[in-house]
C-alpha cells in the first residue's frame, strides 16, 4: 500500500498482484479458444470484437465475434470465461445489460446489410477447462 492508503484493485480484494493475471490476456485467450472451437464447427468469422461507442449517458458495447453459419446465419457470440463455476460461472455473467448493450451494437451492425440475414446470439461461456457453447442464449427482444 502507498503512503497515502490508496490499494490496487488486487490489494483491494485481498491478493497479490502476482497472483492473479490481467484480465486482457485471459479474455483473449478465451476468445481464441472459442474462436477455434466455432471454427471447428464450420462457423466463417466475420468480425472481431466489434465496438460501438457510448455517450455521455449511453454506455458502449461490444460483440466478441460476429461469425457465419454455413446456411448464412449471423452469430453473435459473447465470450465469458471465469476460473470455476462459483458465483454461477460464466454463463451466469451474460447479464440482462450486457445482452441489451450486445443486441444495440448487433442492431447497428446490421445497418450495414441491405437484406437482414437470420441472426442469433450465442454465449460461448468456459468455465476452467470447461468450453460450453450455448447456442440462442438469449432473443433481441
Same mark, same amino acid.
Given at each position: 500500500?502507498?503512503?497515502?492508503?490508496?490499494?490496487? $484493485?488486487?490489494?483491494? *480484494?485481498? @491478493? $497479490?498482484?502476482?497472483?492473479?493475471?490481467?484480465?486482457?490476456?485471459?479474455?483473449? #485467450?478465451?476468445?481464441?479458444? /472459442?474462436? /477455434? +472451437?466455432?471454427?471447428?464447427?464450420?462457423?466463417?468469422? !466475420?468480425?472481431?470484437?466489434?465496438? !460501438?461507442?457510448?455517450?455521455?449517458?449511453?454506455?458502449?458495447?461490444?460483440?466478441?465475434?460476429?461469425? *457465419?453459419? $454455413?446456411?448464412?446465419? !449471423?452469430?453473435?457470440?459473447?465470450?465469458?470465461?471465469?476460473? =470455476?463455476?462459483?458465483?454461477?460461472?460464466?454463463?451466469?455473467?451474460?447479464?440482462?445489460?450486457?445482452?441489451?448493450?450486445?443486441?444495440?451494437?448487433?442492431? +447497428?451492425?446490421?445497418?450495414? %446489410?441491405? *437484406?437482414?440475414?437470420?441472426? *442469433?446470439?450465442?454465449?460461448? @461461456?468456459? =468455465?476452467? =477447462? +470447461?468450453?460450453? %457453447?450455448?447456442? #440462442? #442464449?438469449? =432473443? #433481441?427482444?
Amino acid at each position: 500500500m502507498d503512503t497515502k492508503g490508496w490499494r490496487t $484493485p488486487d490489494e483491494r *480484494r485481498g @491478493a $497479490p498482484a502476482a497472483r492473479r493475471p490481467a484480465t486482457k490476456p485471459v479474455g483473449d #485467450a478465451a476468445e481464441q479458444r /472459442a474462436l /477455434a +472451437h466455432l471454427q471447428r464447427q464450420g462457423l466463417e468469422l !466475420l468480425e472481431r470484437n466489434y465496438r !460501438l461507442a457510448g455517450g455521455p449517458r449511453v454506455r458502449g458495447a461490444e460483440i466478441d465475434l460476429i461469425l *457465419r453459419e $454455413p446456411d448464412g446465419t !449471423l452469430v453473435f457470440v459473447e465470450v465469458r470465461a471465469r476460473h =470455476d463455476r462459483r458465483a454461477g460461472g460464466a454463463a451466469a455473467s451474460v447479464t440482462a445489460a450486457k445482452q441489451r448493450r450486445i443486441v444495440r451494437a448487433a442492431q +447497428h451492425y446490421l445497418m450495414r %446489410w441491405p *437484406r437482414l440475414p437470420p441472426c *442469433r446470439f450465442d454465449v460461448v @461461456a468456459i =468455465d476452467g =477447462d +470447461h468450453l460450453q %457453447w450455448l447456442r #440462442a #442464449a438469449f =432473443d #433481441a427482444a
